[in-house]
T-cell receptor, first 112, second 115 residues
Framework: GENVEQHPSTLSVQEGDSAVIKCTYS??????FPWYKQELGKGPQLIID?????GEKKDQRIAVTLNKTAKHFSLHITETQPEDSAVYFC???????????FGQGTRLTINP | DTEVTQTPKHLVMGMTNKKSLKCEQH?????MYWYKQKAKKPPELMFV???????INESVPSRFSPECPNSSLLNLHLHALQPEDSALYLC??????????????FGSGTQLSVL
């Protein structure tokens, strides 16, 4: 089955700097890659996603890139702010699977 | 309304108790999910309902019993739980299991402690 590895497990950056979180997946049939943000005491919230027919997608300060050949995808957050502090999960799925396979999560801390 | 509402937010129960977790959404979604999340771990899928019918059971022990009374409500009935079942239980919904199923909307969860 699909396996998703996520790195790093913790990341600390200065406010205003950029943060990058990387994920690799094992199943070449996977074609949908979402990113979820989980703040303390809340459930995960979808922040951005990408499908395999697209190499990059941006939404204001966040972007996701996908390299199908290498089977990895990354979340980029620019101009980080304190409210970006949270746990971020990547995930992967494929058509017909009806379930997401999550990475282990990255705890991002933004230092003022 | 883009919310998934879960009650209660916190629950403490003994191993002989019977309790229920409740979840409600009014987005017109036809797929609903139960996930279990241990501290510092990703969510683990337990059950999926599609159009009020159980679609996926991830080999969950029978002490967890899901129920979907209608398209807006999802319950998880708990009986004879073990301390290792202590976790955050998350409900989620999505459009349906065809197009758009992958975009999950999660509730804030019920933090369950089994003593």
């Amino acid at each position: 089955g699909e396996n998703v590895e996520q790195h790093p497990s913790t990341l600390s950056v200065q406010e205003g700097d950029s943060a990058v979180i990387k994920c690799t997946y094992s199943d070449s049939a996977s074609n949908y890659f979402p990113w979820y943000k989980q703040e303390l005491g809340k459930g995960p919230q979808l922040i951005i996603d990408i499908r395999s027919n697209v190499g990059e997608k941006k939404d204001q300060r966040i972007a996701v890139t996908l390299n199908k050949t290498a089977k990895h995808f990354s979340l980029h957050i620019t101009e980080t702010q304190p409210e970006d502090s949270a746990v971020y999960f990547c995930a992967a799925s494929k058509t017909g699977a009806q379930k997401l396979v999550f990475g282990q999560g990255t705890r991002l801390t933004i230092n003022p | 309304d883009t919310e998934v509402t879960q009650t209660p937010k916190h629950l403490v129960m003994g191993m002989t108790n019977k309790k229920s977790l409740k979840c409600e959404q009014h987005m017109g979604h036809r797929a609903m999910y139960w996930y279990k999340q241990k501290a510092k771990k990703p969510p683990e899928l337990m059950f999926v309902y599609s159009y009020e019918k159980l679609s996926i059971n991830e080999s969950v022990p029978s002490r967890f019993s899901p129920e979907c009374p209608n398209s807006s409500l999802l319950n998880l009935h708990l009986h004879a739980l073990q301390p290792e079942d202590s976790a955050l239980y998350l409900c989620a919904s999505s459009q349906d299991l065809g197009q758009g199923w992958e975009k999950l909307f999660f509730g804030s969860g019920t933090q369950l402690s089994v003593l």
